[in-house]
């Protein structure tokens, strides 16, 4: 026996075993030093398995335990919520403010007080709070560098005057409601003057990331109406955080006069920021801003400057949020640069913390305090108020400096939504006892019904202001042309779909119109790079269609839910043909990868009601990722599923005919011979070319046109050195199925397919 081949495990045996057996001897030696006093005396009532309840009790009772489960429920809420108002058309983050009610008072705490009283015992607020401060200051750094100043600069005459006169019309209308409302709902020895100014800064805010969001997902970013709403919301941004600034000064002050040297304070630190601090941040972007990644210490140097300008602000006065924002506003103007840091901080201020802000503005939104209708009237006065305010005071500006109504009415709207920006004021007013959780719970509402009636409001417009006059000769030559929607993920498969639509209209450009559409997969688009990532995006296709010679659209857009996006898209969008990629990832396994690989997203609502509808059965046989699956299943017009095998020219194409639905098909034929002059063999299966009448009469007349480019054969016929030859097959999703599920030989060899649903 060779025992050089077991030398490790015998140190291991020998180290390991020795240095225990030593421990033990230790542990029996020290017991004799621990003298009589220490003998503790076995009690037969003592139970093990009591101790470890107790323990496991104490356990869940720890802070650390308590804040963890919280953060864990919080999430899923969350998570839910914003899911089922997006389904909804709404804003994620209404979903997610909803999910903070529903964890306080309002209902969980009503119904389900044992539960409530467990998961959010009043000791652990106090960590919730600073977590969620954490996570709000992240944010607003955000903020800060999701503004282009440069936006502002450029269209500053128009976006000013709508921007301020939709602030200053609601501030007025708020001052002049909390006259009315003071002396029943001011908390005890609140100055008028405190209680004023907070109701006018409540009604006056605008939520820019909600609003920028809502103009990337309606696709009017690129308009010149766009431009300007996006401009007005990052002017009522600023000036509305610097107007809070103020406020808090003159209320933590007690009146204006002694909230002068808060405000100095507050200018000097501005100026010390703008003058000092960012020349150095400028001088630290323009030396690693063209590099890939930024390292530890020069992220270290920026978080650092986040962390004192927000313990600046708070120290002076005017509340730590406004320093993180400030400190955003400044970060050097290089868009890679604030990219790589939005990319570090978003994730983990959107999804981990800022849920938390929202549970714990839920714990404090008691919807039970508004238990008269007396105090209901007052909450639809507070919402009528801001809607006439900020909507008609929008609306009325921008129709004043040259606006058509219906622009002048869709800023209004837009401009009407406040969002999450409302709540962070709101927590600060209820936070310096400004606010009674009576008014704070009405001006939550508000917040909501504001948000959530931009959407509406929207459609509402756009539906009033629809041209109801007989289309003129445009809009009928492209109702009547063949629309193409191609859906791409990466630049080789948007090239290969882009060839494949180019084949099919190549004679036909008059009468055709192709569209490309990249969907990013992220919560949000940031308005600053916008036009660079979606012109990033669309380079390798745009020189593509200069090589084709063929003009295309474009749309651009980020989602979280891929699959269905591309469906509403091309379901709303009256397209002829929706083209879609599949990678080369599918051969791989048995004959053409049966065996797929799956999504990498763990919870996917739309599969778990597939599930309990009996619907994921549908498509189970269909050798498709899950989602292809659902793109399938969502979409209402023809879809054309591409197996890209490293796709070039479609001058030979075979289209099997397995069933007589598989007719259709002929149509696609015909478009590739007429515009390609493509050769097309007809595969006859099982003999329906031959015998199907229907199948029959659209080959026999497309024989006769085109002689030289139609022939057709029988399976027996197919070989590998026929497959070889041809650059796609054209087959439609059911007789797709049957092939799988036959294994055919030819099929071995196969070229790209494309898969039509028709």
Known sequence: ?????????????????????????????????????????????????????????????????????????????????????????????????IAGIVLGPSLVGMYFPGFSAALFPVESLGNLKFLSQIGLILFMFVIGMELDIKVLKNKASEAVV????????????????????????????????????????????????VLARIVQERGIHKTKLGAIVITCAAADDITAWCLLAVVIAIVKAGDFVGSLYVISLAVVYVMAMIFIVKPFLKRIGDLYGSKDSIGKPVMAIFFLFLILSSYATEVIGIHALFGAFMMGSIMPDVSKFRMIFIEKVEDVSVILLLPLFFVFTGLKTEIGLINDPYLWKVTAAIIMVAVVGKFLGSALAAKFVGQ???DSLTIGALMNTRGLMELIVLNIGLELKVLTPEVFTMMVIMALVTTFMTGPALDLINYLFKDKSVPDAEEIINYSKYRILFSFGNNEKGKSLLRLANSLTKKQKSSSIV?????????????????????????????ESELLNIEIETIFKATIDIESEIADVANQGDYDLLLVGLGKSIFEGTILGKVIGFTTRIINPDRLIDKFTGKEGLFENSPFDERTRQIVAKTKMPLGILIDKEFQDIDHVFIPIFKSDDSFLIDYAQKLIYNNNSKITVLDVNGHVKNNFVIQSAVTSLEQIHPDNLSIVIDKLVSLPFLEKQDLMLISLESWKSVLDSDSDWLIGVPSVLIIKP
Request: proline letters at 3%.
């Open 1 to 97: 026996m060779d025992l050089r081949k077991y030398k490790n495990t015998l140190f291991y045996l020998t180290v390991t075993g020795g240095f225990t057996a030593l421990i033990y001897w230790i542990i029996n030696k020290g017991k004799e030093l621990e003298g009589k006093e220490a003998l503790v005396v076995s009690d037969s009532t003592h139970s093990s398995w009591n101790d470890f309840i107790m323990s496991m009790k104490h356990n869940f009772e720890d802070p650390l335990a308590i804040l963890l489960a919280q953060i864990v429920m919080i999430i899923l809420m969350a998570r839910l919520f914003g899911w089922i108002f997006k389904k909804i058309g709404q804003p994620t983050v209404i979903g997610e403010i």
């Open 162 to 209: 709508i921007s301020h006169a939709s602030i200053v019309i609601p501030f007025a209308l708020g001052i002049g409601l909390s006259y009315f409302v003071y002396n029943k709902f001011a908390p005890a020895g609140v100055e008028f003057l405190s209680f004023s100014l907070f109701m006018g800064i409540a009604m006056s805010i605008t939520a820019f990331p």
């Open 404 to 406: 058509n109504w219906k």
């Open 515 to 543: 569209t490309a559409m990249h969907l990013s997969l992220s919560d949000e688009l940031h308005t600053f790079n916008l036009e660079e990532k979606e012109k990033d995006s669309f380079l390798p296709i745009f020189e």
